[in-house]
């Protein structure tokens, strides 16, 4: 699985991955998943992250709660290291994916679970293509970094965070691959784009695509931000239908 693009440009000993390089990548990633043992003569209708991680990336996925206040998702390390969780001492192996065990509660968004996994992973998949950029340096391994990754990480603009960047991008892609995208689409029976996603005005539109949402086991929003990069929605109102309703007035 190896992803470099011409125009890769490394910047404080970290790659700089395009989001058509980490398009690449995710669908190496993909293709390999789909050709895992265990889903052979199956439909695969979704991506599952724990089989993800396990059987194609051999990685653990374990449950803890990871801070009091529940504002940390997910953490992982490229190197043993050993952290401090509110139940205690826990030692991190480098292989290990680590995840919020409320987000496993009944009544929890399956989707912010699966979409941490897979962003964990990422990190991972990462540091497997690309080693010496982000693998820890000889000096540092008694200082061995971790990832945490807190809740409502989000991009405005300007990216100042690019391992974080990087790591969301791959991870909507390996969770919301095209091909997966269209074949819920076919599913639900969604002919075309969603021209309106609005859930009081355009209410049938809107019951399909939270029905996609449902079979790809990713959250709306993240589906709806991945739906709008290949031109499947026009106008969003997710979460503030009413703005159909705004005029502006001069
Ligand atoms: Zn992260």
């Known amino acids: 699985m190896v992803c470099r693009s011409k125009n890769r440009r490394i910047e404080a000993e970290l790659v700089r991955l395009s989001r058509n390089d980490l398009e690449a990548l ?68 480098g292989k290990t994916v680590l995840i919020e065990s409320s987000l496993n509660d009944e009544g929890s968004c399956v989707g912010r679970k699966n979409f941490t996994i897979i962003h964990e992973g990422s990190h991972q998949i990462l540091k497997m293509v690309f080693p010496n950029d982000y693998g820890s340096k000889p000096h540092e391994a008694r200082t061995a970094k ?38 819920a689409m076919r599913l639900v029976g969604l002919r075309g784009r969603i021209e309106r996603l609005n859930s009081v005005f355009f209410r049938e539109e809107f019951e399909k695509f939270l029905e996609m949402s449902k079979i790809l086991g990713c959250s709306m929003q993240a589906l709806s931000i991945r739906m709008k990069q290949f031109g499947l929605i026009g106008e969003d109102y997710l979460g503030k239908p009413y703005r159909l309703l705004d005029v502006e007035v001069d």
């Not at 992250?49 to 653990?60: A, G, N, R």
């Not at 997910?74 to 050993?82: K, Q």
């Not at 807190?150 to 909507?172: F, M, P, V």
Request: glycine share 4%; hydrophobic share 40%; with cysteine.
């Open 146 to 183: 971790v990832h945490f990754c807190k809740a409502e990480t989000s991009y405005h603009g300007r990216i100042t965070d690019w391992e974080e960047w990087q790591t969301n991008t791959l991870t909507s892609a390996v969770l919301m691959p095209k091909e997966l995208i269209d074949k």
């Open 26 to 93: 995710a669908s190496q990633v993909v293709r390999a998943y789909m050709k895992l043992p265990e889903l052979q003569g199956q439909a695969i209708y979704c991506i599952d992250p724990e089989l993800l991680c396990t059987s194609l990336l051999h990685l653990k996925v374990d449950y803890q709660h990871l801070s009091k206040q529940g504002t940390i998702l997910g953490l992982t390390a490229f190197d043993p290291v050993n952290i401090i969780l509110p139940d205690g001492y826990y030692t991190l192996d």
